[in-house]
């Protein structure tokens, strides 16, 4: 049932995320170079913008995808007090604080710079919050990070092409999310047209490619497990399709199902366990 409807004041809003404790919604406004704050009233309502954060950089070289500052993602870290902030515009990864009365402040260090025309999409952290895997849209690379929460410092230690090397065609890396036991990160990528984990070292952070798997469609933007970890669903937009693939415990690797759903251009799930 709709309760209300408020403005992000930008546009072009991609993303949002829920504080911990619920009382404020972060969103990004990716073709206006913004942060929108929103406060959340008790019965879920959303009252009016209470700050707007304009982001700034130099823009990368990619002429048509790295004009100005493009936030693509918003993520809070374990104490739900730092935000990670991924660029694709300007090659970024910022770091914010939500303090508690309502103001996003930077972080001590205040951004993490990606290699050049990277283009940073999303990320995800590990489950310990040791690390963070970054994954770039316009080179198609997975960047393993060490995160340090008191000083939002994103330091990179690694970074693993994450396309196999007999693809020389076009493609777009698009989402990223670690399995619930923090053994795989997977990644999706839109022209490749697949879903490829990579074993995570749960000591050092460190990735290793272990191959990919057909998305069973085109673009798969979106995918996301089940919350038993068993399965992964996939959001393959320009097929109109949401696929299932059962997850091989020991490998990672998704193998498809004859499961398909038939749907407009899925962008996004969000599953609800009953």
Not at 1 to 14: C, D, F, I, K, M
Not at 28 to 47: E, F, I, W
Not at 214 to 240: I, K
Request: charged share 20%; aromatic share 6%.
């Amino acid at each position: 049932a709709p309760l209300n409807r408020q403005s992000t004041e930008g546009l072009n809003p991609v993303h949002l995320a829920l504080d911990p404790s619920g009382r404020w919604m972060v969103i990004a406004n990716h073709l206006t170079s913004t942060l929108a704050l929103l406060p959340v009233r008790p019965d879920g309502a959303l009252d009016a913008v209470a700050e707007l954060v304009t982001l700034e950089g130099e823009p990368g070289p990619h002429r048509v995808e790295q004009p100005f500052a493009k936030p693509h993602q918003v993520v809070f870290d374990s104490s739900g007090q730092a935000i990670l902030v991924p660029d694709k515009g300007v090659d970024r990864i910022f770091a914010y604080r939500l303090d508690p009365s309502g103001r996003l402040r930077p972080a001590a260090s205040p951004w993490c710079t990606a290699r050049s025309g990277a283009g940073p999409r999303h990320l995800a952290f590990s489950t310990d919050g040791r690390f963070a895997y970054v994954l770039n849209e316009l080179d198609s690379t997975v960047v393993a990070c060490r995160w340090n929460a008191a000083s939002g410092e994103l330091a990179p230690f690694q970074i693993l092409p994450a396309l196999p090397d007999d693809f020389t065609g076009e493609s777009r890396a698009a989402e990223i999310e670690l399995s619930r036991d923090g053994r795989f990160v997977q990644a999706s990528h839109r022209g490749h047209d697949s879903i490829a984990p990579c074993a995570a070292d749960p000591v050092t952070g460190r990735l290793r490619a272990v191959g990919w798997t057909p998305s069973g469609g085109r673009t798969p933007r979106f995918f996301t497990r089940s919350p038993d970890g068993r399965f992964l669903y996939v959001a393959n937009e320009d097929t109109d399709t949401i696929r299932l693939f059962a997850i091989d415990p020991d490998s990672g690797l998704p193998a498809a199902t004859d499961r398909v759903v038939s749907t407009g251009s899925p962008v996004c799930l969000v599953l609800r366990t009953v």
